[in-house]
C-alpha cells in the first residue's frame, strides 16, 4: 500500500538539510522549493509521527509539519521542467489536466 506524506519545516541550516536527506534515503522523495519535501513509502510503514520523529533527531528544534495525504490530483509551476516535473509524473499520482 504506497502512503504520501508533504514535510514542511521552517529554515534550515545546511547541516539539519543534509540530515533530512539521509533520513528519506529509503523512499522516494522531492525536494525541489525550499522547506518542503514530497515523500512516498511503498512499505506502509511510515507514518506521520514517524517522519516527524526523523525530522526532530535529523533537526532538533526545528518547527514541522508533517501530513499524510491522500493525493488525487497536484499541479505545479516549474520553469525548468525536466527533471522536477518527470519525478511527479512518474512517481506521485497523476497531474490534473
Known amino acids: 500500500m504506497w502512503r504520501y506524506f508533504t514535510v514542511a519545516t521552517n529554515t534550515l541550516t ?3 538539510s543534509k540530515a533530512l536527506v539521509e533520513a528519506w534515503r529509503p523512499y522516494p522523495w522531492w525536494h ?3 522547506n518542503f519535501w514530497l515523500i512516498k513509502d511503498s512499505t506502509g510503514a ?5 517522519l516527524r520523529d526523523k525530522v526532530m533527531s535529523a533537526a532538533p528544534g526545528v518547527r514541522a509539519m508533517v501530513l499524510e495525504i491522500t ?3 497536484w499541479a505545479g ?5 525536466g527533471p522536477v516535473r ?12
Open 71 to 73: 493525493p488525487k490530483d
Open 77 to 81: 509551476v516549474f520553469p525548468n521542467e
Open 86 to 97: 518527470d519525478w511527479l509524473r512518474s512517481t506521485w499520482p497523476p497531474e490534473a489536466p
Open 46 to 50: 511510515l507514518s506521520a509521527v514517524a
Open 32 to 34: 525541489h522549493l525550499p
Open 14 to 16: 545546511d547541516e539539519q
